[in-house]
């Protein structure tokens, strides 16, 4: 399949099938992907990071590794990754609490409303929003276990590459977070590619 825009500051759905591959593409190089998985047939089966890092027994993805669902069960496999591979699985996605907090007077888009939007459209619901896998997103974890919100590593055109292990809904948000340094300072459009 041809490769499709996601813009900047925006929010997709996309359906997959089980076997299907989705390339994250960080077309800018420092724009961080919040991403969700749903399971097609049951919304409330979906990845969970919790879950994943409880599986994998760390706080960071790399190739041929299997995230799982709230139900243990495989969601989504990293099957290439040309980037850095450095990905967040603590953050909470931004939400309108968070820009309150940061200062923000007004309406700022956020991944949590672009994660309801995205599946507004393809008909879903849900009652609770997941933690997201932040893709690109760099948090640096300390030695004393303190984090820090840092500029992604990744660079122009590096992709991750995500396989469907059931149906599922894939969610993707271009984080609109423009407060805090997390997508180098601007927000960039990415693109995809499902093959
Ligand atoms: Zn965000």
Redesign the pocket.
């Known amino acids: 399949m041809a490769q499709q825009r996601l813009p900047a500051k925006s929010g997709i759905a996309v359906p997959l099938v089980k076997g299907q591959l989705i390339q994250v593409i960080n077309t800018h190089g420092k724009q961080?992907v919040?991403t969700w998985a749903f399971d097609s047939q049951d919304p409330s089966s979906h990845l969970s990071m919790e879950h994943t890092r409880a599986s994998l027994l760390k706080i960071s993805i790399a190739v041929g590794d299997t995230l799982v669902t709230n139900r243990r069960t495989p969601i989504l496999t990293v099957v290439e990754d040309t980037s850095p591979g450095v990905h967040d699985l603590l953050i909470a996605?931004?939400d309108s609490h968070r820009y309150a907090q940061l200062g923000v007077k007004g309406y700022h888009n956020?991944?949590?409303d672009?994660l309801h939007n995205a599946l507004k459209a393809v008909g879903t619901r849900i009652s609770s929003v997941p933690s997201p896998l932040n893709l690109f997103m760099n948090v640096p974890v300390a030695s004393d276990g303190s984090l820090s919100f840092a500029d992604p590593l990744c660079e122009a055109g590096q992709s991750c590459t995500l396989r469907a292990e059931t149906d599922l809904i894939l969610v993707m948000?271009a984080?609109?977070?423009d407060v805090t340094p997390?997508n180098g300072g601007k927000c960039a459009d990415i693109h995809f590619v499902v093959t």
Do not use: G, T
Request: charged share 10%; with cysteine; aromatic share 0%.
């Open positions: 961080v919040d996605a931004c956020s991944c949590v672009n948000s984080c609109p977070q997390v």
